[in-house]
């Protein structure tokens, strides 16, 4: 079954720093990843998916196969990104459909 | 992207009543996924909904007590029953946005509370 694990609950950092928020994968097939994002008050939203190789409000994400990693990476946190992480893996289920799977989030706080 | 229109957002129930969530998206939908998210704690996926077919559901959840219903391509309820304080939770609905490469759409979720 697959498997999503992000090691860190809380990720706290000054305005200005290199944030890294770490996610890690198990699966026997061709994984498709994703990082969504929520913010206070607001809905779950898609940030990125690895397939397009996008870079949104500064993030990046990068697939590494070897490493079974997709962490979101962003060079100069700015105070409005503090908000809940989440990375996710859509895995083929025993129905013939993709099946999202969520790792269990981390909170992403930037201080001024 | 899907637009998802999730109710109620929000509901105090008693213990051993019912409540019935709906999520209603602007364009028709293969399949609808719902969820719940207890405090502090990531998405646990609930069950799938296709369709015109019974919808699968995840080890450690039942029909009896959660059951959904798929009546078109643009609808789904999901019904929690005989609720209990353990019920009390974050639900969501979910929908594929085009296609699994595009990613998920959210609705806005169900804050639940059983007193």
């Known amino acids: 079954a697959q498997r999503v694990t992000q090691p860190e609950k809380l990720l706290s950092v000054f305005k200005g720093a290199p944030v890294e928020l770490k996610c890690n994968y198990s699966y026997s097939g061709s994984p498709e990843l994703f990082w969504y994002v929520q913010y206070s008050r607001q809905r779950l939203q898609l940030l990125l998916r690895h397939i397009s190789r996008e870079s949104i409000k500064g993030f990046t994400a990068d697939l590494n196969k070897g490493e079974t990693s997709f962490h979101l990476k962003k060079p100069f946190a700015q105070e409005e990104d503090s908000a809940m992480y989440y990375c996710a893996l859509a895995a083929l289920g025993s129905g013939g459909s993709y099946i999202p799977t969520f790792g269990r989030g981390t909170s992403l706080i930037v201080h001024p | 992207s899907a637009v998802i229109s999730q109710k109620p957002s929000r509901d105090i129930c008693q213990r051993g009543t019912s409540l019935t969530i709906q999520c209603q998206v602007d364009?028709?939908?293969?399949?609808m996924f719902w969820y719940r998210q207890q405090p502090g704690q990531s998405l646990t996926l609930i069950a799938t909904?296709?369709?015109?077919?019974?919808?699968?559901?995840e080890s450690g959840f039942v029909i009896d007590k959660f059951p959904i219903s798929r009546p078109n391509l643009t609808f789904s309820t999901l019904t929690v029953s005989n609720m209990s304080p353990e019920d009390s939770s974050i639900y969501l609905c979910?929908?594929?946005?085009?296609?699994?490469?595009?990613?998920?759409?959210f609705g806005s979720g169900t804050r639940l509370t059983v007193v």
């Open positions: 979910s929908v594929e946005d085009r296609s699994r490469n595009y990613g998920y759409t």
């Open positions: 364009s028709q939908v293969t399949m």
């Open positions: 909904a296709n369709q015109g077919s019974e919808a699968t559901y």
